[in-house]
């Protein structure tokens, strides 16, 4: 079965970087998310979308107060994502999922339509 397996979380001081691994398995026709995002949850708040990428196009998605801060990025031969977070900020802390969908949601930001998920890594910004 398809699992989604994130890592590179940890502690930063503020404007420091990270930089997440989300690596898939179990995908048995390859590299074929139509997908794969990143979401962030606080604890009290809802899970919001941080970036996104389709397959098909290249098109990335970012959430407004992370532009010019966070890239997402794939390497189809190492079946994982990245998320290249710089300049970080204390508002950033979370705990930051990968997830992914079989077709491109619209809009991308909802988490009710991506199908995989992975078990979260914390990112702590001081």
């Known amino acids: 079965h398809v699992q989604l397996v994130e890592s590179g979380g940890g502690s930063v001081q503020a404007g420091g970087s990270l930089r997440l691994s989300c690596v898939t398995t179990g995908n048995t026709i390859g590299w074929q998310f139509d997908c794969m995002a990143w979401f962030r949850q606080v604890p009290g708040k809802e899970r919001e979308g941080v970036a996104s990428m389709s397959s098909g196009d290249g098109v990335r998605n970012y959430l407004d107060s992370v532009k010019d801060r966070f890239t997402i990025s794939r390497d189809n031969s190492k079946n994982t994502v990245y998320l290249q977070m710089n300049n970080l900020k204390i508002e950033d802390t979370a705990i930051y999922y990968c997830?992914?969908?079989?077709?491109?949601?619209?809009?991308?930001?909802?988490?009710?339509?991506?199908?995989?998920w992975g078990q979260g890594t914390q990112v702590t910004v001081s």
């Open positions: 997830a992914a969908a079989n077709w491109r949601p619209v809009p991308w930001t909802m988490p009710q339509w991506y199908t995989y």
